[in-house]
């Protein structure tokens, strides 16, 4: 891609125009933020369009130079654009982060990690240079050669040095595929020893792991290769046919290498679907989107959800419903030796699973970075955790949750990634900069120019200080949920940033997700009200039998782990007159089926629907609410005749207490275990029925209260893991590992 003049010169026109607006600014003394479009941070935030910069039209690539392989782009160029455009010429940067739409900007501003980070480093390790607009209007070079201190000192920093408006990515070559080694582990000390391993053998350039429970758990390394042998398995991770990586990596765990920790699995992956492969349900977190909406968790409900399940919408969804207060999201770095006591302080304080491992090199320029007593000069790595999951409702003790990781990271030395909540208090605070001002005099001479520079900062430290208490006033937990500005306009002029067809868009969002919300909770009771009033019987069957809960679901179980709620069935009105009912043991037939089929099978199904079905004809995955009791009987009996044709015997599945994905399918019991028989379930009493009932209709006002003010015009409730960048306070930051 040659050097293309008019980019460059367009580029300076919407350089000069950030800097004519910082400049404004600064003459005004008045302080601003920086919108870039999007966000991926889980903290909530309040915007003011009188009081920012955009910078969201700043997304082109400016030069890619196979020669001396670089790329040149501007700030909001995505992860995946980025991808595409040096594909081509056989390169690709060193670090790209997981989520497509995580942007450079970001991953230089918010220090930004994945798998290959235990070779390069954190994302601005790969750059060579930047454009910044410093606080003043002025527009600065820098790089590690020139204006190296303002360099290193803008990487990480959450875009609070300057605007960078420019950035230079190194590549390097790529191969067509990733050969993954996926390698059984049965807890923390063994999880640092397999990534020591791996990190000694110069061949493996990618590497991170996942913890399904406190002694079970894979570590996945990864080379580049031409092409794959013709007796190897190609998977895939990007279209909605495939499966999520993490389900696929725990079926590998429990299908592939059961039980044989040490021995390894070998599978090969398109390098863009390995780069992106935790896009399609943001890690696990799209999980909990499931099970939120009481949705059925298999092949089935992901092909058809698909496009709400990427990262991008998710965190839209999370800002705009306000859950991002309910959920933990953190990553946190630990050194090796620290790292399995903070897993076996998780397991046993939190129980989330799975945890996400990825060792990160610290190649760090700064001599003053402080090093705790478990710092290792030869060995300057340490593994992230990523720990994402619900907390707890009531919101003190979802503090307290927070406030008691954020102890337990400093008590091991740990380093907390700031794109996610903190909850450190007024005196935590202060007590660090304290610190911070205490080390400074102790170990430079008063005559020496950082001594000084240290009693100026303190001195203005001091003075804001002073402005705690009105700050706080100003800064309620009400104001926390103030909903966050939708767009920014790509013009000229920031100053018209926002108007009002995109609040109006954001606010319709809002209302559809509180109206998808309510739905299912109709659907459950209409479903409970149902059985309170008859339990239908299988044919010819003396006993009530298992109550459906759709073509996409299991029966349910008593499970371990992660909860695995399914979402209840609607009765049918429709009564043929000439076939029999499909029986309710025949519809779980049906819906344990479904979850072990292949995708082509799980199409076909889905055809059989949208072809007898007329409102299912598009089968758009934010209008489809899919019960199998919804289905007319013809069309039940259609599907059942499918089932068979593969599945002769085909029998309910009952799922594993240690399994996620409701596709699972255990190991048979051996004969020396005996095996548990199947537990039957229980219909609910009378009074439970009741109970929950009434539960969900109170939940049900309330939604109906929400949507109904949004629909006035009232302001959308917001919160605070990622999308084209991820601070919208004042940064280009984006997600960090």
């Known amino acids: 891609m040659p050097e293309n003049n008019r980019a460059f010169e367009a580029h300076a026109q919407r350089t000069k125009r950030v800097a004519s607006q910082v400049r404004s600014f600064y003459d005004r003394k008045q302080p601003f933020r920086i919108f870039h479009g999007s966000t991926s941070s889980t903290r909530s935030q309040e915007q003011d369009r009188n009081k920012m910069i955009s910078t969201s039209d700043f997304t082109e690539i400016l030069k890619i130079d196979p020669e001396k392989g670089v790329a040149i782009v501007e700030p909001n160029v995505s992860m995946e654009k980025l991808v595409d455009a040096t594909l081509p010429y056989g390169l690709v940067a060193p670090v790209i982060m997981e989520f497509k739409n995580i942007t450079v900007g970001g991953g230089f501003s918010g220090t930004s990690g994945e798998s290959s980070s235990f070779r390069h480093g954190v994302f601005d390790n790969i750059v060579n240079s930047i454009e910044i607009v410093l606080g003043d209007g002025d527009i600065v070079h820098a790089s590690r050669t020139e204006n190296s201190d303002l360099f290193h000192g803008a990487a990480g920093s959450f875009g609070t040095l300057g605007v960078v408006t420019k950035i230079e990515v190194q590549l390097v070559e790529a191969g067509n595929f990733m050969e993954l080694e996926y390698r059984a582990i049965s807890g923390g000390p063994e999880a640092v020893k397999t990534i020591e391993a791996y990190t000694a053998d110069n061949n493996i350039q990618y590497l991170d792991g996942i913890m399904f429970s406190k002694t079970s758990g894979l570590i996945i390394a990864g080379r580049m290769a031409s092409n794959p042998p013709l007796s190897r398995k190609i998977s895939k991770y990007l279209s909605r046919s495939d499966p999520w990586f993490y389900v696929r990596a725990q079926e590998i765990l429990n299908k592939e290498i059961p039980g044989s920790n040490g021995k390894s699995y070998t599978e090969y992956v398109p390098i863009k679907d390995y780069l992106f492969r935790f896009d399609r349900g943001a890690f696990w977190g799209g999980y909990y989107a499931f099970k939120y909406h009481f949705a059925p968790f298999n092949n089935l409900t992901r092909y058809l959800l698909d496009d709400l399940i990427h990262t991008k919408t998710m965190y839209t969804a999370l800002h705009k419903s306000g859950l991002a207060t309910e959920f933990i999201v953190q990553d946190i770095g630990f050194p090796y030796s620290t790292t399995p006591d903070f897993i076996d302080y998780l397991d046993d304080n939190f129980n989330l699973y799975p945890l996400w491992l990825c060792p990160l090199k610290l190649n760090s320029p700064y001599p003053l970075t402080p090093k705790g007593k478990h710092y290792q000069k030869d060995n300057q790595r340490v ?108 013009g000229d002029d920031s100053d018209d940033a926002h108007d009002e067809d995109d609040e109006h868009d954001s606010n319709e969002a809002t209302i559809s997700l509180l109206r998808e919300q309510l739905a299912a909770m109709q659907n459950m009771v209409a479903s409970i009200s149902g059985n309170k009033r008859a339990s239908p019987k299988a044919s010819g069957s003396k006993k009530k039998s298992k109550s459906g809960s759709g073509v996409m679901s299991k029966p349910s179980k008593k499970s371990g782990g992660v909860s695995n709620t399914s979402r209840p069935t609607i009765k049918s009105t429709s009564k043929p007159k000439k076939q029999r009912l499909v029986t309710y043991d025949e519809k779980q037939e049906i819906s344990s089926a479904t979850e072990n089929m292949s995708a082509e099978q799980v199409e076909r199904l889905t055809s059989i629907i949208t072809e007898n079905v007329a409102k299912y004809k598009d089968m758009a995955g934010d209008d489809v609410e899919l019960e199998i009791d919804d289905l007319p009987n013809e069309v039940q009996h259609k599907l059942l005749r499918y089932v068979r044709s593969i599945f002769p015997k085909a029998e309910p599945v009952e799922m594993d207490a240690n399994a996620i994905d409701d596709d699972y399918e255990p190991e048979k019991p051996s004969a020396r275990s005996g095996g548990a028989a199947k537990k039957k379930h229980k219909p609910m009493k009378k009074h439970e029925q009741e109970d929950r009932i009434r539960q969900l209709k109170e939940q049900m006002a309330a939604m109906g209260d929400k949507a109904d003010a949004l629909d006035g015009g009232g302001a959308a409730p917001s919160a605070a893991r990622r999308t084209d960048s991820s601070d919208d306070d004042d940064s280009e930051s984006s997600e960090e590992e």
């Open 383 to 490: 593994i992230n955790i990523g720990v994402w999951g619900p907390g707890p409702r009531d919101r003190d003790d979802f503090i307290a949750a927070n406030r008691a990781i954020e102890a337990k990271t400093k008590e091991l030395d740990g380093l907390k990634c700031l794109y996610a909540h903190a909850y450190y208090t007024a005196a935590d605070f202060k007590h660090d900069f304290d610190l911070m001002f205490q080390n400074c005099f102790k170990f430079n001479p008063s005559d020496n120019i950082v001594h000084q520079m240290g009693k100026d900062f303190q001195t203005e430290f001091e003075r804001e200080w002073t402005k705690k208490d009105s700050w706080i006033k100003r800064h309620t937990p009400q104001s926390q949920r103030a909903s966050p500005v939708s767009d920014v306009s790509d």
